[in-house]
């Protein structure tokens, strides 16, 4: 797949991208509390794919895709990991205290 765009705000997810199979938008849910998603990678003139998912703990969604076509169902596995810009080594350095707090950054 090639690069797409996603975006979660209040409750809704959007998207587009194009792939191997063409341009497609996105269009769904997520719960805050859980984190569960669900959206539909619908393609300009073909057919839409259902996704399903919740994050993995690792900064990830992991869950299962489903396409019907022509009364056949397929599923597959998908894992979206998110692409982060890479460390420049110019960062804050953010001290962890023991219980899990945060000390604020020196002034």
Not at 2 to 9: D, G, H, M, V
Not at 49 to 59: A, S
Not at 81 to 106: F, M, N, S, V, Y
Request: glycine content about 16%.
């Amino acid at each position: 797949m090639t690069s797409f765009e996603l975006q979660f705000a209040d409750g809704r997810v959007t998207g587009r991208g194009t792939d191997v199979i063409g341009v497609f938008t996105i269009k769904g849910d997520y719960e805050s509390a859980t984190g569960k998603v669900a959206w539909v990678k619908q393609y300009l003139g073909k057919h839409r794919v259902l996704y399903t998912g919740m994050p993995d703990g690792e900064g990830c969604i992991l869950g299962t895709w489903t396409v019907e076509m022509d009364g056949v169902t397929n599923k597959g596995p998908f894992l979206l990991k998110p692409e982060l810009p890479r460390p420049t080594g110019d960062e804050p350095i953010h001290e962890i205290q023991a219980g899990g707090g945060r000390r604020p950054p020196p002034a």
